[in-house]
Nanobody, 124 residues
Framework: VQLQASGGGLVQSGGSLRLSCAASGRSLNGYALGWFRQAAGKEREFVAGLTRSGGSASASSVKGRFTISRDTAKTTVYLQMNDLKPEDTAVYYC???????????????????WGQGTQVTVSS
């Protein structure tokens, strides 16, 4: 599965962005999906995820501000980011896995497929 992330950019604090992650040539139906981010000098961390059964999870730092969803054709996963803060600045990565169990949704090592990353920069 090839994933292509897009939608990053420069936004002011309090603004919004929507990231997209498209699977080339196939459906993501039945896949667990996740968004992760890596700020400069820091480790990559979990942001939000969708389980194979449709459940969702998000990091406490983004809860209430970020929402993960997928389109009805199940070829694209989105991350709607509202009320952005400077500390949200990072490269954002999407990931997918066909067999990942719900309890591992936050564990990046469990994902087999990764997008290339898209930069999000939030100015104060």
């Amino acid at each position: 599965v090839q994933l292509q992330a897009s939608g990053g950019g420069l936004v002011q604090s309090g603004g919004s962005l929507r990231l997209s992650c498209a699977a080339s040539g196939r459906s993501l139906n039945g896949y667990a999906l996740g968004w992760f981010r890596q700020a400069a000098g820091k480790e990559r961390e979990f942001v939000a995820g969708l389980t194979r059964s449709g459940g969702s999870a998000s990091a406490s730092s983004v809860k209430g501000r970020f929402t993960i969803s997928r389109d009805t054709a199940k070829t694209t996963v989105y991350l709607q980011m509202n009320d952005l803060k400077p500390e949200d600045t990072a490269v954002y990565y999407c990931a997918a896995d066909r067999h990942l169990i719900a309890s591992s949704i936050r564990t990046q090592s469990q994902y087999d497929y990764w997008g290339q990353g898209t930069q999000v920069t939030v100015s104060s």
